[in-house]
């Protein structure tokens, strides 16, 4: 099971994920210098396509005297416009990788392969099985794992409903997830990290 640390969290995706961390990826760091934004982790899974960003604002050192979070909070609406930002971001980045790669005439040849393969070790494999789950239309799933010290139930209700209506074109579900919660998408694993 490939474990991945992200903001003092760690994830876990057992072998139905097929995942990248994206703004560790070479892809994005090209993207993020044309001024695009992206998400923490790409991860497919039969005819799943989640974007996953991480936010956790629980007090992570001694030294912090102030809840991260209480910024958040006056401006709620500011906070899910930068979210929805990201996940645009990404799949405005994504169907570029998708074009740059169609144009590659090794890659179509190789295409059909590359859709039957495990993506878990090609990047091609990878990239084509995204294009192809973006090209057919199927769900795209944006989520939202945010961490605070205290009980956001409201917010993070308020928040998924603001990012459903600000990605309604862009994606089929939109979920906010955090540790105390009973779910978590199926395969995925979630824990605090080890200090």
Known sequence: MPVFEESGLQFGFDNRWTV???????FFQGFSGAGLKGVDFIALSGSAL?????????????????????????TPEIFAGHMA???????????AIGTYYRRKWLFRLCRPILLRRSGG?????FWAQVDAHLQGGQPVIAALWLETERDQAVFREQLRQS???????????VQVYHLAMDKSPEGIQVYLAQK
């Open 121 to 125: 070790h090609s990047d091609w494999a």
């Open 163 to 173: 990012l459903k209506n600000l990605l309604e074109d862009e994606v089929q579900e």
């Open 85 to 95: 930002g990201k996940f645009t971001d990404t799949l405005r980045a994504l169907r």
């Open 50 to 74: 989640l974007l996953l960003e991480v936010k956790n604002y629980r007090r992570r050192r001694a030294w912090q005297t102030e809840n991260p979070f209480d910024r958040i909070l006056e």
């Open 20 to 26: 990248r961390k994206y703004d560790a990826h070479r």
